[in-house]
Structure formats: structure tokens, C-alpha cells
């Protein structure tokens, strides 16, 4: 399946962004942004903390919608999918 | 009007469109590039995810307040010290309404719209943080 990621900010600046990936069928968003992440140390730091759990200020959309941290991890992926990933916001 | 984008706009212009039959208060929000020692400031969007959510902030906005017309205009790109960040135009029948539904378009903005910005400094970049480290949407 083909799953469409889009970092923001400062994120996008460690990890590139309108990343188009081909990936198993089944997985799941956590593990999958982990896997991509890892091209990068520090993005991957940034997103993730020791125990490869997202954190506490990371924003997850998936098509535009809000996704809790708490769900990351079992949240099966859809081909066509676009999850987006980002930094608090600070428009204005 | 509710757009994103790079250009600036005429507010002249804005305010006098927003004039509406029963039109008694135009409040007009302008932010504005503050010299805070920067160079310039860099905006980027999750586009099309900001634009709907103002879009339900001016939803929101009208039928709180009973606004006649709303206009939110949020720039992206580089821009100088002093350049037109977000303008905000509100028509209401009278002064209570549109000061506060201006009010509330502009914290709804900065809790839930995925804007960020950049300050291009002369000692370094920075991201500025946000005010409210859990906004950008809700969930579902």
C-alpha cells in the first residue's frame, strides 16, 4: 500500500516532507512513522522518546483528522492514507 | 474571504467589502512582524488542514457573535519586520459583537490552525513555540 507522510515545521526540517512510501499491508501508524523516522537521529529523537513512544507534543493527523498518541500505536494504516505529523502550533 | 497565501492584501479594501445591510461595527485584527532582533519571519501551513479549520472558527465566530461577514487572511512565506501577518475583518450590528468575535477568531487561530513560525535571526533560527502545546484540531 502507499501511504503519503507530511512533517511540519521543525520536523520537516530533520525528516523531509510529501514523502510517498510503499509499505506492508497491516501496519499500523506508530510503528510505521518509527520506521521512517530512523533515517535520522535527531528526527527521530524528536518524535520519539526512549521507549519509541511518541511524544507528548507531537501532533498526529491521519487525512486531516486528529489522531490521540494513545492510538497511534494500533491504528491501522489504509492504503491511500496521508498522515501528518507536527510540532504545536503557533500561527497568528 | 478566508485564504492562506503568500500575498499581502488592500485592508482598505477588505473593510469597506464587509459593509453589510445592518453593518454598525467593523473590527478590524492586524498582526503584525515585530522587531524582536529578527531578520525576517518564516511561516509555513499544513494548508488545506488550516484553511478548514478557520473556516470552522468562522463558522463559529458568526453564530456566536452574530457577525454579518468575516475575512481571515493568514500569510505564509518570508516575511519583514513590520509586513501584514493576519488580518482578521469582522462586521457586526454593534461594537460588543464584532470586538469579540474578532477576539475569538484570533485565540481559536493560535490554539488550532497548524501555522507555524520561524524567526530568521541575526544570532540563529528559531521555531517559535506554540502558546498552547496541545491545540491543532480535534480529535476524531
Do not use: C
Not at chain 1, 512510501?21 to 521512517?36: N, S
Not at chain 1, 537521529?41 to 493527523?61: C, P
Request: aromatic share 6%.
Amino acid at each position: 500500500m502507499t501511504i503519503k507522510v507530511r512533517f511540519f515545521a521543525r520536523f520537516r526540517e530533520l525528516l523531509g516532507t510529501d514523502l510517498i512510501i510503499d509499505y506492508q499491508v497491516g501496519a499500523t501508524l506508530a510503528p510505521f512513522i518509527r520506521d521512517i523516522a530512523k533515517k535520522n537521529k535527531d528526527g527521530y529523537d524528536a518524535l520519539f522518546d526512549e521507549h519509541g513512544t511518541f511524544r507528548e507534543f507531537v501532533i498526529i493527523m491521519r487525512n486531516g483528522k486528529r489522531v490521540e498518541r494513545g492510538d497511534a500505536a494500533l491504528l491501522p494504516l489504509a492504503d491511500g492514507d496521508e498522515i501528518a505529523i507536527f510540532p504545536p502550533v503557533a500561527g497568528g | 474571504m478566508i485564504t492562506i497565501q503568500k500575498e499581502d492584501v488592500d485592508i482598505g479594501k477588505l473593510i469597506e467589502d464587509a459593509k453589510r445591510a445592518g453593518t454598525g461595527a467593523i473590527v478590524v485584527f492586524d498582526g503584525i512582524v515585530r522587531d524582536d532582533d529578527i531578520r525576517e519571519m518564516e511561516l509555513e501551513a499544513y494548508e488545506e488542514v488550516a484553511r478548514a479549520e478557520m473556516e470552522k472558527i468562522a463558522e463559529e465566530a458568526t453564530r456566536q457573535h452574530h457577525l454579518l461577514h468575516v475575512d481571515i487572511i493568514h500569510r505564509i512565506g518570508k516575511l519583514a519586520v513590520g509586513e501584514n501577518i493576519l488580518i482578521i475583518v469582522v462586521s457586526a450590528g454593534h461594537r460588543p459583537d464584532a470586538y469579540a468575535g474578532s477576539r475569538y477568531i484570533i485565540e481559536e487561530i493560535k490554539k488550532h490552525v497548524p501555522i507555524w513560525k520561524k524567526e530568521l535571526r541575526k544570532d540563529g533560527d528559531r521555531w517559535v513555540p506554540g502558546e498552547h502545546p496541545h491545540g491543532a484540531g480535534t480529535p476524531g
